[in-house]
């Protein structure tokens, strides 16, 4: 399913976490780890994933734009 215009698009954890099914503190706990290995960062309401390389793979913004 496309992200844009999606109900995954809010601004909050909660939006994530029902686009891909699973519980919001499991997912936060999970994102936490995945930012203390340097694989992603995170600034306000978005996130960039990064490759083995350290190129960025993803970038996903969730702004009231999307709404």
Known sequence: P??????M???TGQGLAD???VDRSALSKELGKMRDE?????????????GLSHE???YVSFSKAFH
């Open 2 to 7: 496309s992200l844009v215009g999606s109900e």
């Open 9 to 11: 698009c809010k601004e």
């Open 19 to 21: 686009y891909l099914n």
């Open 38 to 50: 340097g694989i992603l960062t995170t600034r306000k309401n978005a996130f960039t994933l990064y």
């Open 56 to 58: 960025p793979l993803l």
